[in-house]
């Protein structure tokens, strides 16, 4: 899986394991450092919680994804988690404005506002259907699944 690498102003950002870390870069110094996921598990396996990609910038906040274990937003103007929510899965998030979308490891799409991360909707109409990491674009969410169909819900109510 993708890992995560963005910009956010003079900051380049980088996913550390479960956490998102702010970095000079042109110091290598870091600037900030906040958590996305919280691993748990008896061994290193359950363990595994690194960010994968794709993760969005939206204004000053960042999202993503834990692998099998949470989608969280960070404020990268300030360092700090915003918000997460435990919902298992392997694929990046996909955002726009309103809301954060990513679906978990049985394929059940859920969107959360992006402001504060409540749940906006949920749709398991594509339950074990292997989808593809969202993508929020223009008041639609698309999706694609393992036979290469592209699958379009609204944003406001996942239908």
Do not use: M
């Not at 595994?48 to 990268?76: K, M, T, Y």
């Not at 694929?91 to 726009?96: S, Y």
């Not at 409540?118 to 969410?141: E, H, I, M, T, Y």
């Amino acid at each position: 899986k993708a890992g995560v690498l963005l910009a956010y102003k003079d900051t380049l950002v980088v996913g550390q394991g479960p956490r998102l870390a702010g970095v000079d870069p042109l110091q290598g110094s870091l600037r900030w450092e906040a958590s996305v996921a919280t691993p748990r598990g008896t061994n290193e396996v359950e363990r595994l919680a690194d960010l994968v990609g794709p993760a969005v910038r939206q204004g000053e906040l960042i999202c993503a994804r834990a692998f099998q274990s949470s989608v969280g937003c960070v404020n990268a103007e300030r360092g700090s988690p915003l918000w997460n929510r435990l919902v298992g899965g392997a694929n990046g998030v996909g955002a726009d404005d309103r809301i954060v979308v990513a679906g978990d490891a049985s394929d059940r799409l859920s969107a959360w506002k992006l402001a504060n991360g409540d749940l906006a909707w949920s749709a398991d109409q594509f339950q074990l259907r292997k989808l593809s990491a969202p993508l929020v674009l223009g008041g639609q969410v698309l999706v694609g699944d393992f036979e290469g169909q592209v699958h379009l819900l609204d944003r406001d109510t996942g239908k």
